[in-house]
């Protein structure tokens, strides 16, 4: 059930992320992504993943964490967010996709 979670949580953060870039970064649009951003952390601190999806789990929580700083930084400034948020941004994206592919394969290889 927990990986179910993330995956659709996965997809309308995608989703969200791909509305505010084709609206050539509308401010309304990525203040929303925002609020959404930091409702997802806030709901993810009570949310208790099995044992084996720890990792996953901690992957998730950074890549929003940073996503949201990322995005924060964004409209505050009016440009493309850079340095340091950016690339922990990219990183906690990395580290998550390749957790959350791992958490898949080893669901598909038990059988669910």
């Known amino acids: 059930m927990y990986l179910e979670l993330i995956t659709t949580v996965t997809a309308i ?3 969200l992320g ?6 050539g970064r509308m401010e309304e649009i990525g203040r929303y992504f925002l ?4 409702t997802t952390i806030e709901f993810f601190k009570y949310v208790e993943p099995p044992e084996a999806l720890e990792d996953l789990h901690e992957a998730f929580v950074k890549w929003q964490t940073f996503g ?22 990219v990183e906690a994206s990395q580290a998550f996709g390749e957790a959350l ?6 669901a598909e290889s038990e059988g669910g």
């Open 13 to 15: 953060q995608n989703d």
């Open 18 to 23: 791909n509305a505010y870039a084709s609206s």
């Open 35 to 38: 609020v959404i951003n930091k």
């Open 68 to 89: 949201a700083e990322a995005l924060e930084e964004e409209l505050d400034s009016g440009e493309l967010a850079k340095g340091e948020v950016t690339k922990r941004h």
């Open 101 to 106: 592919e791992e958490a898949m394969s080893r």
